[in-house]
């Protein structure tokens, strides 16, 4: 398993982050219902304990399965903070982030939309379709290379809404468009755990991440909430 780092946004992580990055009113958003310590929602409920769990990497926010000949790259900004986490797995790409979110309603519906028309703004295209995770988006996004020519790049966008929290990835790759050869990377996002931690956050802001202390494969300590089981 290896560990690397990239800074430089994908087209459809672009085309993600226009859509997760909508202006609203935080004031609004950000309400007594919502904005909580969270105590009471720290652990999630029907969590499988460490033991069940298996070997996993830590990446604060996000704990993910370790699987044998996965290859991680965690995503860094220009801050070098980590943004985002990658994994490659028979030539297919899933990328996870995790985003804090009301208690009161769920983002992917609306999130979803939003990534539409932005895919479709840039003459790409998007379809909603049922999948593994529920409602999801498979796209055309438009790429343009150095030389100025441009293609279309199939990707999936999944999500999963949980307990004060949204979880997203998008897969690209042969996996975006054959599900016989997503079913690897499926596995890993069903797996992944997302760690809400107590903190108030308004709804669609980044939750931390921080890079393993050991990229080799580190166990599970807390309580976290199970993406799988949303």
């Given at each position: ?12 992580e ?25 105590d ?6 029907g ?6 769990r ?37 030539e ?28 479709r ?11 593994p ?62 760690e809400?931690?107590v ?22 300590s ?9």
């Amino acid at each position: 398993m290896s560990l690397l780092r990239k800074k430089s946004p994908s087209p459809e992580e672009q085309a993600f982050q226009a859509a997760i990055s909508e202006q609203f009113d935080r004031a609004d958003d950000l309400s007594d219902d919502d904005s909580d310590t969270g105590d009471e929602h720290s652990a999630a409920e029907g969590v499988r304990d460490d033991a069940d769990r298996g070997p996993t990497l830590d990446f604060g926010s996000l704990l993910i399965p370790a699987v044998d000949g996965m290859q991680v790259r965690a995503e860094l900004d220009d801050r070098e903070q980590v943004v985002g986490v990658a994994v490659m797995l028979e030539e297919t790409m899933l990328q996870i982030q995790a985003f804090a979110a009301p208690k009161s309603e769920s983002l992917w519906d609306e999130v979803r939309q939003e990534i539409a028309e932005g895919i479709r703004g840039g003459q790409g295209k998007a379809r909603e379709v049922d999948g593994p995770f529920g409602r999801e988006l498979q796209a055309e996004v438009v790429v343009t290379d150095e030389s100025g020519a441009t293609s279309r790049q199939p990707v999936r966008f999944i999500g999963i809404d949980g307990p004060r929290w949204f979880l997203r990835g998008v897969v690209t790759g042969p996996g975006a468009t054959d599900p016989a050869l997503a079913g690897a990377v499926e596995t890993v996002f069903a797996g992944v755990a997302v760690e809400r931690g107590v903190h108030a956050a308004a709804p669609r802001d980044l939750l931390p991440l921080t890079l393993p202390a050991d990229p080799s494969l580190v166990a599970a300590s807390e309580e976290v909430d199970e993406a799988g089981e949303a």
